[in-house]
């Protein structure tokens, strides 16, 4: 197959946390020609409309336009779209794939790290290594208050989402010997038995769990979903961690019930980023904060792009695409 014309609408300062020199000295040997974005930002859809013309392939990211039809209309000859970043919602539109444009996304190779994140706090929770920390600090050997640490071996745990995230992280949960429920309308009954989990309405799930990671897309249906009323279904000692979107948590609900210090709770993800200095989570006891981390490491991050040169050359070969996205799910992805 002809060799790929490549558009890397990426700006520069991105391109190159996301890339290796390797990896882009793989771009140019991969690629007919490639045009580089040297700006520092990513270019709107004027911009790329410019710029598209013979391009068979766009590799794009974060900050990415979206490609409408009139762009499309632009691009005559564009046959893939790479996004080295997670959901593409935003970026492919149904008239992507009604041209038949392929798309292919990073999202899976995300998803691994966010799953270790959530494993790796919910651990610290449990385990109250942050507590431990500070008491030894203070001069206090052992002494933490009267929360104790636990662990998480035979627990029940409970994924709300069964997403890319909460996939990758039911295998990484199997050593500790948990009870894995999932919460997700989209989740069949074979597709549950096949991941080994058992599949639960949220509020029993709430209720019943004594982990709860949230894992859901950003839906209309979602949007708050984790209300007051679900958070007051949390037991007591629960630990509930947010790596997702803050929209599906009721932000104002979840301050007031955190303030009763029933169960722990992690989050990575706030309605404002970075977070106010005055917001009453940062003086919060049993609260783990991080500043929207979960997803990638340096290390991780540099390797998104030759995720997406390997689809790109899995389609140059008329190989099918690993990661590719198809029309019907775009409804229920992040």
């Known amino acids: ?29 991969l690629a007919e020609s490639v045009t580089f974005n040297g700006g520092d930002r990513a270019w709107d859809a004027a911009e790329v409309r410019e710029r598209i013309g013979g391009a068979t ?4 990211s974060w900050g990415s336009c979206a490609y409408d039809d009139r762009l499309l209309e632009a691009a005559p000859a564009l046959e893939i779209i790479c996004y080295a970043a997670g959901t593409i919602r935003s970026v492919a539109p149904p008239a992507v794939f009604e041209r038949g444009v392929r798309v292919t996304h990073a999202a899976d190779f995300i998803a691994l790290g966010v799953a270790e994140h959530t494993l790796a706090v919910v651990l610290g929770l449990l385990r109250r290594t942050g507590d431990f920390d500070a008491a030894m600090r203070a001069g206090r ?3 933490i208050g009267p929360v104790v640490d636990r662990e998480l071996f035979g627990k029940r745990y409970g994924i709300v989402g069964a997403s890319k995230v909460g996939r990758r992280l039911i ?12 919460a997700d309308p989209y989740l069949t009954e074979n597709d549950a038995q096949r991941l080994g989990v058992r599949k639960l309405a949220l509020p029993d799930l709430m209720r019943t769990s004594d982990v709860i990671s949230i894992h859901a897309p950003v839906l209309p249906s979602t949007h708050h979903m984790i209300d007051a009323e679900m958070l007051a279904l949390i037991k007591d000692e629960a630990v509930l961690v947010n790596n997702a979107r803050a929209a599906l948590v009721d932000t104002e609900a979840l301050v007031a019930e955190l303030a009763k210090e029933r169960f722990d709770c992690a989050l990575d993800v706030f309605d404002e980023e970075p977070l106010p200095p005055d917001h009453p989570l940062l003086g919060m006891r049993r609260v783990l904060l991080t500043p929207h981390v979960a997803g990638l490491t340096p290390e991780r991050r540099a390797r998104l792009t030759d995720a997406m040169l390997d689809e790109l050359e899995r389609h140059a070969n008329g190989l099918p695409l690993r990661h590719e996205v198809t029309v019907d799910q775009l409804e229920s992805m992040a």
């Open 1 to 29: 197959m002809p060799t790929p014309r490549v558009l890397v609408t990426v700006e520069r300062p991105l391109f190159q946390r996301i890339s290796t020199s390797e990896s882009r000295a793989r771009l140019e040997r």
């Open 57 to 60: 392939a766009v590799l794009a």
């Open 141 to 143: 050997w052992r002494d």
């Open 171 to 182: 295998p990484l949960l199997r050593p500790f010997d948990v009870e894995i429920v999932v």
